[in-house]
């Protein structure tokens, strides 16, 4: 049996250098978890439906399971672990906490990543699928968030509280 291709990777994940030999179809969702040991990020469907896997590569939110790691060589990832510890959460991992926008928390880490990425995108202006004019600069309300977070599914249902939790933290960040 032939040894399948290996390749270097050199990432910066979470703010510090990592350098990896991977093989060529490994995930960059299994490069975290399984090279990295950074279990925050979730595998979820391993097809790009749920989000659980949701990262930040060079700050564009991405579904992990659906990018090889070899793609990301010189990139800057960051994971759930990346945004904030127990002792110094992100404004976006307190809001959850506070709107108790998680149940069994697994699709959590993904959910938090995806929605901290969604207030850079509408910050930035860029438009999404429920913008009536995609020259102009989109408007922070609840159908933007629930659109840009639809990638993101919580088998839970715990919607509502994960949209009370963006808005809040957007006025933490906005303030």
């Given at each position: ?157 715990a919607y509502s509280n994960i949209v009370e939790a963006i808005r809040e933290a957007a006025g933490r960040r906005q303030a």
């Amino acid at each position: 049996m032939e040894t399948p291709p290996t390749l270097p990777v050199q990432l910066k994940v979470n703010g510090k250098p990592a350098a990896l030999t991977v093989d060529t179809r490994t995930t960059l969702l299994d490069a975290l978890r399984e090279h990295l040991h950074l279990t925050g990020t979730k595998k979820g469907c391993d097809h790009g439906q749920c989000g659980a896997c949701t990262v930040m590569v060079n700050g564009r939110r991405i579904n992990s399971c659906l990018s090889l790691a070899v793609m990301h060589d010189g990139d800057s990832v960051t994971t759930i672990e990346g945004l904030g510890t127990p002792e110094d959460l992100h404004p976006m991992q307190a809001a959850f906490v506070k709107h108790d926008g998680y149940q069994c928390g697994y699709c959590t880490p993904g959910q938090i990543c995806s929605a901290v990425a969604v207030l850079d995108e509408i910050k930035a202006g860029i438009p999404s699928h429920v913008a009536a004019d995609v020259a102009a600069s989109p408007a922070f309300s609840e159908m933007e968030i629930r659109e840009r977070m639809s990638g993101n599914i919580c088998r839970c249902g715990a919607y509502s509280n994960i949209v009370e939790a963006i808005r809040e933290a957007a006025g933490r960040r906005q303030a």
